[in-house]
């Protein structure tokens, strides 16, 4: 029962990437990734000082061809 919570958890929750990820998936620097969240063109949060991104908001900055 336990286990099942726990896959349905994880499954439901959203998927966040570190700075230096989401720079590698877009091929760029980790100053540009920067500026995308100052600019607000990815959705973010910070934890513990240190910023994700969203993985499903930086697939929606993908697909609009930015």
């Known amino acids: 029962m336990l286990r099942r919570y726990c896959e349905l958890w994880r499954a ?3 998927s966040f990437l570190t ?3 989401a ?3 877009l091929s760029v620097c980790r ?3 920067y500026s ?3 600019k607000k063109l990815v959705t973010h949060v910070k934890v ?3 910023i994700r991104i969203e993985r499903e908001s930086l697939a929606r900055y993908l697909s ?3």
């Open 48 to 50: 513990l000082g240190a």
């Open 19 to 21: 700075v230096k990820e």
């Open 12 to 14: 439901s929750r959203p």
């Open 31 to 33: 100053a540009t990734v």
């Open 64 to 66: 609009r061809g930015q």
């Open 36 to 38: 995308l969240v100052d």
């Open 23 to 25: 720079a590698k998936v």
